[in-house]
């Protein structure tokens, strides 16, 4: 069948510091490839008339169906808040004027907020979760006129109601196929500073009050060996993808096992590539592990700290404590590895003195890493800081969720906010966003 894949996302390098490569279009085009379809992809970022050029686009390649991503639904960032919903609609709403073929969503954004997104676009049917297996799955049942209502993770609408059925985690991720970065702009997107995304593993141990990850992915960890990794970054680089990845793990470095044994096939095949990640975490952070990663071609790091008082963080439930924080830095200044530190403040339990304890914190680490302060935090379903903005009444129905909203601590004032505001911008080296 003739698919075409369409990459939604239109937040560009003016909009976020932290611009996304479509990787997963890029994979759920290379499933569709091995399965023998003939894939084209649209990638919307790059355009100034998105719905203009993909009518022309559909106009010439005449589609069999076609599958489109999404995935932040907003900026996520109160004082430049944007609601990309709108710019989803705009896609959707040209596919169903130029063509009478299935469309099918699917991305994280569709992941968490499946139901709503399909009332929202006006649309019937989409696919919660990791698309290798489950995308061809849909395109073969397509193919030979079965009932796509039973592939594994979809959401859909019939007869006025809304079905979903279970989401099924690839356990043995070594079998997907590999991702067709090669249909895709690299070049413009390195331009911007961002590289092709390849992740290690799916799944999250920990259940950090403010992230829905484990909730949807699962708390066990599953693993593609080294030697798939490097299959991976060896097959994007035949495909002209460059020499520079980014890692796109929940956490590049845990299990720490894990990474050990990643970075050491790099270094054992002399892969000769750089990479980066998002994000790590200060546990297990030796110095002897970051001088592998250095070794292996880390050419910088996003430590996620995102605070810096001993009890926001036991609060956050991030599983580690400002010392940690201390030594994971200290060790990736030993090891000569650059760093960013990332902040996100303004949770449940946060004061202006455990405010006070963060900044002190950063400014204890060496290397004068940079710092990226995130204030507020974007509510999401399957997020425990919702639940207690639904308990203390800041939320009436979790539904608004979808629309857009924040949670501050009552104990930080407006005044105070904005004191801060000047404070942290006036800081080198610090980017504070939300306030
Ligand atoms: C790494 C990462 C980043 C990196 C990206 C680096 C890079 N070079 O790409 C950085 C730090 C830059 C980043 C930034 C942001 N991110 Co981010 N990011 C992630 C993370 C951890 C992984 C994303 C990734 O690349 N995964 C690998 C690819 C292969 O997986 P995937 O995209 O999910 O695609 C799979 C499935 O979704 C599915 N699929 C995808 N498309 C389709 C289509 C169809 C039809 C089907 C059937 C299936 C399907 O199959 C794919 C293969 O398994 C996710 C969390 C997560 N674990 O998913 C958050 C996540 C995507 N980010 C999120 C957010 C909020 C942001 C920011 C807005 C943060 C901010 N305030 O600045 C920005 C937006 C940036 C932008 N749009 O330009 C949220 C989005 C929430 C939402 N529902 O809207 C997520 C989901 C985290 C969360 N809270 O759960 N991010
Ligand atoms: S913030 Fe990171 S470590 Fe915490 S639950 Fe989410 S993905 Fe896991």
Not at 347 to 360: L, Q, R, V
Not at 390 to 395: D, M, R, T, Y
Request: overall charge negative; some cysteine; aromatic content about 10%.
């Amino acid at each position: 069948m003739r698919v075409l894949v369409v990459s939604s996302n239109r937040q560009r390098a003016q909009d976020t510091p932290l611009l996304a490569f479509p990787s997963g279009p890029a994979y759920i085009a290379g499933a569709a490839i091995e399965a023998g379809h003939e894939v084209e992809v649209f990638d919307a970022c790059f355009s100034d008339d998105a719905p203009g050029e993909l009518a022309g686009r559909v106009a010439a390649f005449d589609p069999d169906v076609v599958a489109v991503s999404i995935r932040n639904l907003s900026t996520y960032i109160r004082n430049a808040y944007q609601d990309l919903r709108p710019l989803f609609k705009e896609v959707t709403d040209c596919l169903k004027r130029t063509t009478s073929s299935p469309i099918v969503l699917g991305g994280p954004g569709f992941w968490n907020y499946g139901e709503e997104l399909l009332d929202y676009l006006d649309l019937d049917f989409g696919i919660r979760g990791e698309g290798e297996r489950v995308f061809p799955l849909y395109l073969e049942t397509l193919e030979r006129g079965g009932d796509v209502t039973g592939t594994p993770g979809c959401v859909f609408r019939r007869d006025g109601k809304t079905h979903a059925v279970p989401v099924e985690p690839i356990s043995d991720l070594d079998s997907t196929a590999f991702p067709a970065f090669e249909l895709f702009d690299v070049e413009a997107y390195r331009q911007l500073g961002t590289f092709p995304a390849i992740f290690t593993k799916r799944g999250c141990a920990f259940h950090c009050t403010h992230c829905p990850r484990s909730a949807l992915e699962g708390s066990a960890y599953r693993l593609k060996s080294p030697g798939r990794v490097l299959a991976e970054i060896e097959r994007a680089r035949r495909a002209s993808a460059g020499d520079m990845f980014y890692f796109v793990d929940n956490l590049f470095n845990y299990p720490t096992s894990h990474a050990e044994a990643v970075c050491r096939e790099l270094v054992e095949s002399r892969a000769g590539i750089m990479w980066t990640a998002d994000s790590i975490t200060p546990l297990g952070m030796t110095e002897k592990f970051c001088r592998l990663m250095k070794e292996s071609g880390c050419a910088f790091l996003c430590l996620a700290a995102e605070h810096g008082s001993e009890s926001m963080l036991k609060r956050m439930e991030r599983g580690y404590t400002p010392p940690q924080i201390k030594e994971a830095a200290a060790s990736l200044d030993g090891a000569g590895i650059t760093y960013l530190v990332t902040l996100l403040l303004g949770g449940p339990g946060e004061t202006p003195e455990t405010i006070s304890e963060a900044i002190g914190l950063v400014d204890s680490l060496p290397g004068a890493p940079s710092v990226l302060a995130t204030v507020g935090i974007g509510l999401e379903y399957n997020q425990a800081v919702a639940v207690e903005a639904l308990k203390e009444g800041l939320l009436a129905d979790e539904r608004e969720i979808f629309e857009g909203r924040f949670y501050f601590s009552p104990a930080l004032g407006e005044e105070y906010l904005l004191e801060l505001a000047d404070t942290l911008k006036a800081r080198p080296n610090w980017q504070v966003r939300g306030i």
